[in-house]
């Protein structure tokens, strides 16, 4: 399995902006999926992006139009761009991989995603 670092969370009040990156210990060009996930304090993990290897990308609702998920095959890396941050944002933000081909329909669910980082914190003040 490939192993995920997540970096890139802080501090930010609301309306700001923040880049997460997650750097795979391989090269990505395997993995089909690469996704990133939230969970705040006392809440279950919930799906927040995720991208295929052509670089098809979906999102939740919740954060349609104010994140932006990208992948760098070459560095091994995704990236999620923040924007517009709400209170409601603030979680450990976690990267996700699956290497098998699956349909987006499924890359919401927790259990298709192989690989898991440790997580950055997102702290969003109002």
């Known amino acids: 399995q490939v192993q995920l670092v997540e970096s890139g969370g802080g501090s930010v009040q609301a309306g700001g902006s923040l880049w997460l990156s997650c750097a795979a210990s391989?090269?990505?060009?395997?993995?089909?999926?690469m996704g990133w996930f939230r969970q705040a304090a006392g809440k279950q993990r919930e799906w927040v992006s995720s991208?295929?290897?052509?670089?098809?990308?979906m999102y939740a609702e919740s954060v349609k139009g104010r994140f932006t998920i990208s992948r760098d095959e070459a560095h091994g890396t995704v990236y999620l761009q923040m924007n517009r941050l709400k209170f409601e944002d603030t979680a450990m933000y976690y990267c996700a991989a699956d290497a098998a081909v699956t349909t987006p329909s499924d890359w919401a669910s927790l259990s298709r995603y192989q690989s898991w980082g440790q997580g950055t914190q997102v702290t969003v003040s109002s």
């Open positions: 391989e090269n990505t060009s395997s993995v089909y999926l």
């Open positions: 991208i295929n290897s052509a670089d098809y990308a």
